[in-house]
């Protein structure tokens, strides 16, 4: 097996997973809204305390996200990087 289709089936492997989990799929699905309405919910814990807690929240998920749909971004450019090695070849 090629290095390119190596990195081919692993970002294959890593979009099905990020749609799996619901994170994202940078091509196809929406990042999930709301993973941090729980923090802040008069069920559980509400104010201004709660509020500051909802949107550090809110900022950890949608950097954990970004880490993600990069890796998915990391490995095309890798792919294409191999592509043309393959052709120089």
């Not at 619901?22 to 729980?38: F, K, M, R, S």
């Not at 880490?67 to 792919?79: Q, R």
């Amino acid at each position: 097996m090629s290095e390119k289709e190596k990195l081919t089936e692993l970002k294959e492997y890593v979009d099905r997973k990020n749609c799996d989990i619901d994170l994202v799929n940078p091509y196809a699905c929406t990042i999930v809204e709301g993973l941090h309405g729980w923090v802040n919910a008069s069920d559980t814990w509400e104010g201004p305390l709660a509020d500051e807690e909802a949107e550090l929240t809110k900022t950890n998920i949608d950097a954990l996200i970004a880490v993600f749909a990069g890796l998915s971004d990391d490995l095309a450019t890798a792919i294409a990087n191999a592509e043309s090695d393959d052709e120089g070849s």
